[in-house]
């Protein structure tokens, strides 16, 4: 298998090791932010893609999951 991101290999993943730790980061501090601000998933996605502190991995993530939440929108 390879990263849906970067195509590095992977063993069980559909993520590199660099880019799940990302999405697990990205996943677990959207319950906080959902609380905190009842806030959407695509919305949470756009504004932390926005914000200068993201870092590189968690920005190409965010990219991912916007451009794959568009792609579901569009199917449906």
């Given at each position: 298998?390879?990263?849906k991101?970067?195509n590095?290999p992977?063993?069980?993943n559909e993520y590199?090791s ?9 996943y ?6 959902k609380k905190?601000?009842?806030?959407s ?12 502190l993201?870092?590189?991995w968690?920005?190409?993530v965010v990219?991912?999951?916007i ?8 199917e449906?």
């Amino acid at each position: 298998m390879t990263c849906k991101i970067c195509n590095r290999p992977n063993k069980k993943n559909e993520y590199c090791s660099l880019h799940l730790k990302a999405y697990q980061n990205i996943y677990k501090k959207f319950e906080v932010w959902k609380k905190a601000l009842e806030i959407s998933w695509i919305d949470y996605l756009v504004n932390i893609s926005k914000n200068s502190l993201t870092g590189e991995w968690a920005k190409e993530v965010v990219k991912y999951l916007i451009e794959a939440e568009s792609r579901n929108v569009k199917e449906r």
